[in-house]
């Protein structure tokens, strides 16, 4: 089944503690994004990646980082997390030229205490 | 002014009613217009993309006016199921990217 899928889909954590949220999909599609979605600002853009080790910013990058070291995997790393980071992320593919129809994991509901 | 803006709703309509949403958004230069579908806590979904003819899709119809920067969605016969956050979208071809709006809430009841 093609799919976008995340890891850990809830996570509790507290101030500072180092911690990724994995993404991987197997639709072997050049582009994956994050996005983070918080209300009445909607979804936003952290960072992209047009392939393998191309990675660039996105509208709110600070405080993340992100690899791209095989084409199935784009990891979500955030190394000092900080309450305003609660959210939920989504992590995002298509195929290069079809941003339109990016296909989106289910979600990772983060809260940091 | 916010790239793309939409009426957050909710929309309360009983099931068979015809709604609208319009959404406008502030770059006369996008070329690319979608509608994507979000159900509480899920992930967006895309639901249909908009050509400056107007398409339609079953009971969804989506319209796009250039010159006022202007979409909307059309949802005829609403059924329970239609019950979502209708999100707007824009393709950004030069940071090639989606800008989406923040979601109009739909709730349709029996």
């Known amino acids: 089944e093609a799919q976008v899928t995340q890891n850990p889909r809830y996570l509790i954590t507290v101030t500072g503690k180092k911690l990724t949220v994995t993404c991987s999909q197997n639709?072997?599609?050049?582009?994956m994004s994050w996005y983070r979605q918080d209300p009445g600002l909607g979804l936003r853009q952290i960072y992209y990646?047009?392939?393998?080790?191309?990675?660039d910013k996105g509208d709110v990058p600070e405080g993340y980082k992100v690899s791209r070291k095989e084409k199935r995997n784009f990891p979500l790393i955030l190394e000092s997390p900080s309450p305003n980071q609660t959210s939920l992320y989504f992590c995002?593919?298509?195929?290069?030229?079809?941003?339109?129809?990016?296909?989106f994991g289910p979600g990772t509901r983060l809260t940091v205490l | 002014r916010k790239e793309v803006e939409q009426d957050p709703g909710p929309f309360n309509v009983p099931e068979g009613a015809t709604v609208a949403f319009n959404c406008t958004y502030s770059?006369?230069?996008?070329?690319?217009f979608f509608w994507y579908r979000q159900d509480c806590r899920k992930e967006p979904k895309l639901l249909m993309s908009?050509?400056?003819s107007g398409n339609e899709d079953g009971r969804f119809t989506a319209q796009l006016n250039r010159a006022s920067q202007y979409i909307s969605l059309l949802i005829r016969d609403s059924k329970l199921s239609d019950s979502a956050t209708y999100l707007c979208?824009?393709?950004?071809?030069?940071?090639?990217?989606?800008?989406f709006g923040t979601g109009t809430r739909l709730l349709v009841s029996p």
């Open positions: 995002a593919s298509s195929f290069l030229g079809s941003y339109n129809e990016q296909f």
């Open positions: 639709m072997n599609h050049e582009y």
């Open positions: 990646s047009m392939n393998v080790e191309v990675t």
């Open positions: 770059n006369s230069a996008s070329q690319s």
């Open positions: 908009v050509y400056s």
């Open positions: 979208v824009v393709l950004d071809t030069g940071f090639q990217k989606l800008v």
